[in-house]
């Protein structure tokens, strides 16, 4: 069984910082790509940011390049999104994912595993 946790979710202010976290176990994830996810109230899941697990490549949407950075510890074996200057249009949870192709996919059909998700709320 396959077990993405999110941490690091919270209130901020827009122009503010945060980081969230994705624990990976129960497998490992050396051949998998890891992304992240975002969605609004009354708005579909849309895709923020991938990376390989060799951290090779990465892709971001337009919406989030140039603040927000995707990376990962494979010792720890754990997902980062550092996310800044931050806008109330960031508000949504946030989810982990976990893909089988190795690469960085931005639709979640291709991807096999999902975290339960994190809140960031951005005040304006």
């Known amino acids: 069984q396959v077990q993405l946790v999110e941490s690091g979710g919270g209130l901020v202010q827009a122009g503010g910082s945060l980081r969230l976290s994705c624990a990976t176990s129960?497998?490992?994830?050396?051949?998998?790509?890891m992304g992240w996810f975002r969605q609004a109230p009354g708005k579909e899941r849309e895709f923020v940011a991938a990376?390989?697990?060799?951290?090779?490549?990465?892709n971001y949407a337009d919406s989030v390049k140039g603040r927000f950075t995707i990376s990962r510890d494979n010792a720890k074996i754990t997902v980062y999104l550092q996310m800044n200057s931050l806008k109330p249009e960031d508000t949504g949870v946030y989810y982990c994912?976990?893909?089988?192709?190795?690469?960085?996919?931005?639709?979640?059909?291709?991807?096999?595993?999902w975290g339960q998700g994190t809140q960031v709320t951005v005040s304006s």
């Open positions: 994912a976990a893909n089988t192709w190795a690469t960085v996919l931005a639709a979640t059909r291709f991807y096999d595993y």
């Open positions: 990376i390989t697990w060799s951290g090779g490549s990465t």
């Open positions: 129960g497998r490992t994830f050396s051949n998998y790509a």
